[in-house]
């Protein structure tokens, strides 16, 4: 069964720092990767889709990568601002399988 | 454009109660599924559907039912209400089944007492 794990929990930076969020999955056997935003009382925001043949994608200040082979996905975002404090979700799609699984989430506050 | 769009966005239950979650979509989406969030945990999901007229089950389907009679509306149905299923619900539609991005409705609050 495909577990993701997405750590940290929380996470609370200055504004205008680039910052790092990870998330480990434990099957490589997979369709695609996705990262969404949730703000509160708010469902998912896609951000970035990469399937599996890609490495990485970028949106504006946001980029995530992906490798495969070891299981994991960063998404990088470059000079934060406090409207990025969001809680940020991957979710993986395994190969032959219609349920995506999703990580628990990080919350990032990014403060002014 | 709504995009998707789920009623109610709070509902409280008595155990044993039945009630429907609405959820429809304005994008001529083909793929549709339904997902509760609990504290702590990602989104599970509870049952799909690629088409009117066909449905499957995913991770967590027992105690709720689906139909697709049209491509606009996925209702969600509790037969009989647990206080097991106070949760977060989500409603996604997306093109595709597998390649493209859901978009996701806001949600439905659901607190079974």
């Known amino acids: 069964k495909q577990e993701v794990t997405q750590i940290p929990a929380a996470l609370s930076v200055p504004e205008g720092e680039n910052l790092v969020l990870n998330c480990s999955f434990t099957?490589?056997?997979?369709?695609?990767l996705q990262w969404f935003r949730q703000d509160p009382g708010k469902g998912l925001t896609s951000l970035l889709l990469?399937?599996?043949?890609?490495r990485e994608q970028t949106s504006g200040r946001l980029n995530a990568s992906l490798d495969k082979s070891s299981g994991r996905s960063t998404l990088y975002i470059a000079a934060s601002q406090p409207g990025d404090s969001a809680t940020y979700l991957c979710?993986?799609?395994?190969?032959?399988?219609?349920?995506?699984?999703f990580g628990a989430g990080t919350r990032l506050t990014v403060k002014p | 454009n709504a995009g998707v769009t789920q009623t109610p966005k709070f509902q409280v239950l008595k155990t044993g109660q039945s009630m429907t979650l609405q959820c429809a979509q304005d994008?001529?989406?083909?793929?549709m599924s339904w997902y509760r969030q609990d504290p702590g945990m990602g989104l599970r999901l509870i049952h799909y559907?690629?088409?009117?007229?066909?449905?499957d089950q995913g991770e967590v389907p027992n105690g709720y039912n689906v139909s697709r009679s049209t491509t606009e509306d996925f209702p969600l149905r509790l037969l009989s209400a647990a206080p097991s299923q106070t949760s977060v619900y989500f409603c996604?539609?997306?093109?595709?089944?597998?390649?493209?991005?859901?978009?996701f409705g806001d949600g439905t609050r659901l607190s079974i007492l």
């Open positions: 559907s690629v088409g009117a007229g066909i449905t």
């Open positions: 990469i399937q599996s043949s890609q």
């Open positions: 994008m001529n989406h083909e793929y």
């Open positions: 996604a539609s997306s093109y595709g089944q597998s390649d493209q991005p859901q978009h």
């Open positions: 979710a993986v799609r395994p190969w032959g399988n219609n349920d995506m699984r």
């Open positions: 099957d490589s056997a997979i369709y695609n």
